[in-house]
């Protein structure tokens, strides 16, 4: 029978297999809602094929009336005349799902196109990383890691009172 060691061990790679499993199927978009059946390397390679279809194309607004998007990909880049489109400004992010018009033109579906700002990416980061940094201080200061049991037991005292309180009484 395995000792207790190993067991803990097997049990914490496992999980971070599963954890890792299921990433990569999310990544690879196991479980994707049901969208335009066409996307950006459809319309960029045979554009002909499927117009008067749905798709959805995403890109950096570069111009404005009629609105302007360049989508980045592997071959380059290439523009789109966005129809109907909500409000934006040159730099957004404007990903917008509609009927392909014409070989470089899409008519917008305004309920399901989304504009996002340049620094709303880099706020969702910020933020996480600070929560993360947080959440990690937090268990640092409460609990101690026995590396010899491999596990995790709670502190007689928090490193906050023994470091910035002084208190070294317990």
Do not use: K
């Not at 009336?65 to 404007?94: C, R, Y």
Request: hydrophobic residues 45%; without cysteine.
């Amino acid at each position: 029978m395995p000792d207790s060691r190993s067991l803990r061990l097997g049990l914490i790679a496992g999980l971070l297999g599963v954890l890792f499993v299921l990433f990569v199927a999310y990544g690879a978009g196991v479980g994707v809602s049901d969208g335009p059946p066409y996307d950006e390397s459809a319309v960029i390679h045979d554009p002909e094929a499927i117009l008067g279809e749905q798709i959805e194309v995403s890109g950096v607004v570069v111009g404005l009336d009629p609105v302007q998007i360049d989508i980045g990909h592997a071959d380059g880049s290439t523009g789109f005349v966005v129809e109907n489109a909500p409000d934006v400004d040159v730099g957004q992010q404007l990903t917008v799902a509609g009927v392909l018009v014409d070989e470089r033109t899409v008519d917008a579906d305004r309920e399901r196109t989304v504009v996002r700002d340049t620094w709303e990416l880099q706020y969702m980061y910020a933020i996480s990383v600070l929560a993360a940094v947080l959440v990690a201080g937090r268990i640092a200061n409460e609990w101690r890691f026995r590396s010899r049991d491999v596990l995790f037991e709670p502190r007689d005292q928090t490193l906050y009172d023994q470091y910035v309180r002084g208190d070294t009484d317990g």
